[in-house]
């Protein structure tokens, strides 16, 4: 597994379940990643399809079980999950910046080798201030 810290292909099984002003979308994928692991770090990059275009995505895994997860497409965001904590971020639109905070539910990792897979499961919810923007829910798997 040397090859880890140059970058493997990833197969990536993904599901956003979203809660917004009491309407649910559900977001369903499979696609093929990159995992690298970095120090004690696993990151998995991936293209998320979008009106746009392509939107480069990358999650990092940290071995303190937080995860952090970055959008960089037109609509730049950049997350972190720390479970029972509430997280300042902010969200670059074309209108301009957007202060929102993550406050997260449920996080929950898992890592197994042989062959290196994992799940990953985040819950939580998105404010802008003091306003509900949505609760979220995320299901990744993996396996090289």
Do not use: C, W
Request: zero cysteines; a negative charge; hydrophobic letters at 35%.
């Amino acid at each position: 597994m040397d090859n880890l810290a140059t970058g493997v292909p990833v197969q990536i099984h993904l599901e956003t379940n979203i809660l917004q002003e009491g309407q649910r979308s559900n977001f369903v994928f499979d696609v093929v990643g990159q995992l690298v692991r970095v120090g004690t770090s696993i990151y998995i990059r991936y293209n998320e399809d979008a009106d746009e275009g392509p939107v480069p995505v990358t999650i990092k895994i940290s071995d303190d079980g937080n995860i952090k997860l970055t959008r960089s497409g037109e609509n730049r965001l950049q997350l972190i999950f720390s479970d029972g904590k509430r997280i300042a971020a902010r969200y670059r639109t074309p209108y301009g910046m957007m202060d929102v905070q993550t406050v997260t539910s449920a996080l929950d990792t898992e890592i197994l080798s042989s062959p290196l897979r994992g799940n990953v499961g985040v819950d939580y919810l998105l404010y802008a201030g003091d306003q509900l923007l949505g609760k979220y829910n995320i299901r990744l798997q993996f396996t090289i």
